[in-house]
């Protein structure tokens, strides 16, 4: 039995309907009448074509393209020549329309990246390798978009991103085929706004806030809104939205004025959103604020045993009775904490409380960055704390204080004599030292104070200048450290005098407590401290501290979701157990001994569990 016939290859291998091919190959035979070339869609069940014969050989056949109606468009087809043999296997062809194709619109005319757009025309045919709907961007290139579907007359495809377009702006858009391509229609390419800041982030009612970004568009198309955030959204409650008075507005930053707080109706995050005549911008935590409601406290009361009566030993028994006002506002205080629901019966003696607590392990100064709290360094001495002396490697000036540069000159004469091997080298090193950094009067000794005067008038000439001896000494410091020139120091004894400098820096870095360059919290236009603190997603602002000790109520909570980076390994939460005891109010006799309260929600989030420890069968005489 022969074997079936093989295509080599096609010539050419795509042409329009009529177009003469030549098929090369083998196994062809002579032509018979069940001899013939089959042309069909690339489509399971499609029905084969047979094209008309020019010529046949045993190697070579002739054919001519059939009409495009029998396929209904140009688009890839397979080809395969069917003998006696059999059929060979399909070789692929491509069938060109009679003309480029024809864009006739492009619905709709304008939208965003990614949207999706219909391209309506004819002679699209089916899509080949080259079939593309292509973007003009600025420059002689092109981009392609996604296809979606693709038929004869009709194309969807999605807008291709901003990124790859070159910006937003007018483009132009054009079909592609293997047989021409269209002329292209306009196109506009728009962007929705983007916020990348929002200053200040916890402002206060009626006060100025600026939002930065890009495509805030025209004025006149745009607006600013406030959305109020809530932890647990209530989908029936109508959104609560403000818009503020705008102060002015560019393409890249927005001022605006908040409300008073009875316009904004409650305080708190909230989310700007700025819309163009394209749309909302995508929130996220850039473009979230929150309002502060800063409380004013005027006064302190506190309790005390006496009443102001004219009698003291009547008002001390008032005051002991602790009677007020309105017991029934202590009774509301009691359901509000649940403490009605409580089962007792008996009285506590012992209470013990178990749960966590978490220290600030993070923390970021006025205009600084965020790094990790010390561990044993009070929060109070990390935001006031001042540079005394220079940074090391800095060409820092002379020291503040006279005083200061005195004692540390005498630190390191100290530190030397301990090291030396000879002590009775002590006072000669002195003088050498003293010989080339002896404190030296200032030149204008005239302006400074009577005290500093008097200091100097003793101080100068007999002992070291510590601050020009900071500056100097520290090539001791280098990867390969070395003595200074100055004094000269005998060859037994280097060692052990760089020994001592290299002690007396960390003695100098130990002693004070100093801020690197540009982590201070001192805001000097508004004359207070302001810096923020926390652990993981709690985030604490002290904006307005001016000093002193830091409580509760020197902090805001940032709105959720912000932080200040990963906290150090071991100081995420603590747990901790309290054990108080109580007074014993002594029950009926015969009432059970034991109780166990339940008071959810009293010590924060979660459910504390508190257990009290009661005595059995107690009566007023044997507790005597």
Not at 290 to 304: D, F, Y
Request: proline content about 10%; charged content about 20%; overall charge neutral.
């Amino acid at each position: 039995m022969p074997d079936p016939p093989r295509i080599d290859a096609i010539t050419p291998a795509s042409a329009g309907a009529g177009t003469e091919l030549t098929l090369t190959g083998s196994e062809f035979g002579p032509q018979n009448p069940a001899a013939a070339v089959r042309f069909r869609l690339p489509v399971a069940g499609a029905a084969p074509v047979s094209g008309p014969i020019v010529n046949w050989a045993a190697d070579t056949i002739r054919v001519r393209v059939p009409p495009l109606t029998a396929f209904g468009s140009g688009g890839p087809l397979e080809v395969s020549v069917h003998t006696d043999a059999g059929d060979s296997p399909a070789v692929p062809f491509l069938l060109e329309e009679s003309s480029p194709p024809a864009l006739t619109s492009v619905q709709p005319v304008r939208g965003l990246e990614n949207d999706t757009i219909t391209l309506t025309g004819e002679r699209f045919g089916r899509p080949a390798g080259i079939s593309a709907v292509l973007f003009q961007v600025p420059g002689p290139s092109e981009v392609a978009a996604t296809v979606v579907s693709w038929t004869p007359a009709s194309i969807t495809a999605r807008v291709p991103s901003l990124a790859a377009l070159g910006g937003a702006g007018r483009r132009t858009v054009a079909v592609r085929t293997p047989w021409g391509r269209s002329a292209a229609l306009p196109f506009l390419v728009g962007e929705l706004p983007e916020i990348t800041s929002v200053e200040p982030a916890s402002p206060s009612p009626a006060g100025t806030i600026t939002v930065r970004g890009r495509a805030f568009g025209p004025r006149a198309t745009g607006t600013l809104d406030l959305v109020a955030v809530y932890d647990t959204a209530d989908p029936t409650a109508p959104p609560n939205v403000t818009a503020p008075q705008i102060r002015s507005w560019t393409d890249t930053e927005i001022v605006a004025d908040l409300p008073e707080w009875q316009g904004l109706r409650t305080t708190g995050p909230r989310d700007a959103v700025v819309t163009s005549e394209w749309g909302p911008n995508r929130g996220d935590q850039r473009s979230r604020i929150l309002i502060e409601n800063r409380a004013s406290i005027t006064c302190w009361t506190r309790l005390e045993p006496h009443a102001r009566t004219a009698d003291l030993q009547q008002g001390l028994g008032y005051g002991l009775q602790a009677q007020v006002y309105d017991a029934l506002w202590l009774l509301g205080r009691q359901w509000q904490l649940l403490e009605l629901r409580g089962e007792d019966a008996g009285s506590p003696v012992n209470v013990r409380v178990q749960g966590t607590f978490t220290p600030l392990a993070r923390w970021q100064p006025y205009g600084g960055s965020a790094e990790h709290v010390p561990t044993g360094v009070p929060l109070e001495a990390l935001a006031e704390r001042e540079r005394v002396l220079p940074p090391l490697g800095a060409a820092g000036g002379p020291f503040d204080d006279v005083r200061l540069s005195a004692e540390a000159g005498l630190q390191l004469l100290r530190l030397i004599d301990a090291r030396l091997r000879d002590p009775r080298k002590s006072n000669d090193y002195r003088q050498r030292f003293l010989r080339v950094y002896g404190l030296q009067p200032q030149a204008d000794v005239a302006a400074l104070d009577a005290l500093s005067r008097r200091f100097l008038a003793v101080a100068a000439g007999r002992v070291p200048d510590g601050s020009r001896m900071y500056a100097d000494f520290q090539v001791a410091l280098q990867a390969n450290p070395r003595l200074p020139d100055q004094p000269p120091i005998d060859g037994n004894d280097r060692a052990g005098v760089l020994t001592a400098i290299q002690e007396w820096y960390d003695w100098c870095a130990e002693i004070f407590s100093q801020p690197a360059p540009g982590q201070f919290g001192w805001d000097r236009q508004r004359m207070e401290y302001s810096f923020a603190a926390g652990s993981a997603d709690v985030v604490l602002d002290a904006r307005e501290h001016d000093g002193g000790h830091l409580d509760w109520y020197s902090f805001v909570r940032r709105a959720p979701g912000t932080s200040l980076g990963a906290p150090a390994p071991g100081r995420g939460p603590v747990p901790f157990t309290r054990t108080a005891a109580f007074c014993w109010n002594v029950p009926p006799k015969g009432w059970p001994g034991c109780c166990r309260m339940y008071r959810p929600g009293i010590f924060g989030s979660k459910t504390a569990e508190v257990s009290a420890q009661c005595t059995s069968a107690v009566s007023p005489k044997n507790l005597d």
